[in-house]
């Protein structure tokens, strides 16, 4: 059984940073390209970061540009989202997902993605 298990969220203040984990279990990780999404009240699932199965290439939303680093431990079975100079609009339930694709990193919508984690808020106050 596949599990992608969130962790790291939480309340930080306009400005600073915090570090998001995504354990992944019951699949062959280092096949599977990662994203991190996100989703605010009354908003649609949106496509924060993504990277490779390799780990070599990376895509950013605008949003996240310059912001937010993906990265990923193939050996630990893991992908992370730092985020830094954070702000109240980045406020939002976080998750990761899994897509089999031997590909680049994209912006492939959250549909194309196989699995999912439950999620981890994050709150950014101003």
């Known amino acids: 059984q596949v599990q992608l298990v969130e962790s790291g969220g939480g309340l930080v203040q306009a400005g600073g940073s915090l570090s998001l984990s995504c354990a992944a279990s019951g699949l062959s990780f280092n096949i599977y390209a990662m994203g991190w999404f996100r989703q605010a009240p009354g908003k649609e699932r949106e496509i924060v970061a993504a990277?490779?199965?390799?780990?070599?290439?990376?895509y950013y939303a605008d949003s996240g540009k310059g912001r937010f680093i993906v990265s990923r431990n193939n050996a630990k079975n893991t992908v992370y989202l730092q985020m830094s100079s954070l702000k109240p609009e980045d406020t939002a339930v976080y998750y990761c997902?899994?897509?089999?694709?031997?590909?680049?990193?994209?912006?492939?919508?959250?549909?194309?993605?196989?699995?999912w984690g439950q999620g981890t808020q994050v709150t950014v106050s101003s």
């Open positions: 997902a899994a897509v089999r694709s031997s590909g680049p990193a994209s912006n492939d919508g959250w549909e194309e993605y196989d699995y």
């Open positions: 990277i490779s199965a390799s780990g070599y290439s990376t």
